[in-house]
Structure formats: structure tokens, C-alpha cells
């Protein structure tokens, strides 16, 4: 599964079929890392089809989630095939993710750094989306499997002849040490219970092996650092009008926390910044600019000091 802006038909307030009016939820009253109690609220919230999806922070571990979440069916069918088709990168690009030759470049570049952590060996994608990244790993000699949660998606990999199961990894079942390598690319944000998937990752990875984690840091970067800090003293707060994708708003600190409590030892960890672009969500003018400027800032602070980030590279081992 990766980010994408709300359809356009979501945004437009219509819904897919099969996707009921209200979606079912949790509250969560501990973090999802390291169980701590302890929360304080962030002014940021998502609201979608009624429903509020306020960010709270962990003041144990720093971890970032929404503490209304939506859970089960509701949480599967956010992702239907609209979800995939559109623009699925925080509004940067029109691509579809069927159209296969718009990753191939990113996808070789990918499975050229895992090769350089692993000879050609056992591969295991979750959130394998349609399975591109699967059928190259396959060509270059990699034995691959992934897992799935949407079923649009899953359909798509199964037509390629891949290895795919439809669910959560810990639905596949796969004995200890099934893998050499796993690889999570902006999906640890989206599952219901981060720290249960990053313990099954351990639990199917072989001693030694490799998690290479991708992902974004969005609430991490300079702007949003600073929206963050503004919006607390003004009233309202920040609100996205899209659906509540990102359950987990991950730093470079609570994301190597969670991987520890898991018994990861982090070997990278690399931050980006996205470059100004299309704004993402609905802006003024003047909200637009600001961060228009903030963010050119951003990328060269970013690139020089590896500060306020919003996308990071994680290499863990299994220690
Ligand atoms: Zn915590």
C-alpha cells in the first residue's frame, strides 16, 4: 500500500461503491509502540465522511498515531482499485501504479541495495501492492513472496504469476526464518498494529537477516515542524479533509525505538525532503507559499544534515 491524495471522487464527497457511509473504529488509549499512557494531543486532525482522526503524541517514545483509527473492513476497503489507479504519491504524479514501466527504474535501483546487503536470496514484500517490485526481483533471481491486504491489488500480482498472499502477514503463516530479506515500502503507517507487523518481520526473518524500510516522515519536516508548534497556540487546528491513511505519523526517534523493541539493530537510516510541488490537501494561497519557502529550505538542510526530513530509508538486521 503506498500514500495517495484522496480520489477524486472522494474528495468530491461521493463514495465507492461497497464502502459504507460511516467507517468503523478504535480508540486507542496507549501508544502503539511502547504502551505507554502518557498522550498529549498534536492540533492535527483528519476529517473524513464526518468522522474526526485526531494525532496524539506518545511523550514516552515520541510516537505519532491517530488516536481514532479505522479498523477491520472499513480499514481494507480504503483501498480499492481508484486507490491504486490514482495518484497514489501525496499528489506529485499522475501515474498509475498498473502502468509497470513507471517503476521499473525505481524498483531496479531498490533490488540493487538489497544486493548489496544479500546475495539473490529469500524475499519477502509486504504490501506488495500489484507486484511489480516482485516480478523483477523474480527476473534477477530472487526467490520472492509478498502479501497483500487489497484484494484489487492481490488480483493484479496473481496475474503476473507471482507469490502472493491476500491478508495480514501474520495471516500467511510463515515458519521462522523464512527470509533473507523483508521489505516494507510506505506501509508500516498504514497497518493496524504497527509494532505486531515489525515483531512478525522478525519472527520470519532468518537471524542475521535484513529489513529495509521505506516510508515518510511527514509530520517531521521543517513546515509541518512548524505548523505544528503554531497551531497549537490558534484555535482549531490543522484539519486534512481525506481519508485517514497514515494511522502511524513516524519520526527518525520513534520509528528506530519501535524497531529495538522488536530486536532490530538499526544499521541506516537515511532522511530526504520531498522538493516543493503541488501542494497536498486544500491550502490558502498564503499556506501555500509559506510552505512553498519552507520547503526549498528543506531539502538542501536536509541533504547537508540529515535534519526535518520527510521520507526516510531505514536498513535494520535482526540482531
Ligand atoms: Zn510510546
Known sequence: MRHASSPPDERRGARPPGVPRTLATRTLTRCGSCGGHKLRALPLRYEYRGQAFPLVECRTCGLRFLSVQPTGASLARLYTASYFEQDFRCGRSRTSY???D???DENR????????LVPRGRLLEVGCAGGWLLKQATERGW????????????GHALSLGLDVVRGELAEAGFPPSSFDLVYLGDVLEHVPDCHALVAEV??????????????PITTHSLARSLALGLYRHLPGGIVLREPPYHLWEFTPRSLQALLRTVGFEVLRLEQSKIPPGPPHGEKTPLQRLAMGMIDALNVPLTRAFQVWGDRIVVVARKA
Open 98 to 100: 498498473f502502468a509497470e
Open 102 to 104: 513507471a517503476f521499473r
Open 109 to 116: 535501483n531498490l533490488l540493487e541495495s538489497f544486493e548489496r
Open 143 to 154: 526467490q520472492a513472496k509478498g502479501v497483500e491486504l487489497s484484494a484489487d491489488a492481490v
Open 202 to 215: 522478525a519472527r520470519v526473518l532468518r537471524r542475521g537477516g535484513h529489513l529495509y524500510l521505506r516510508g
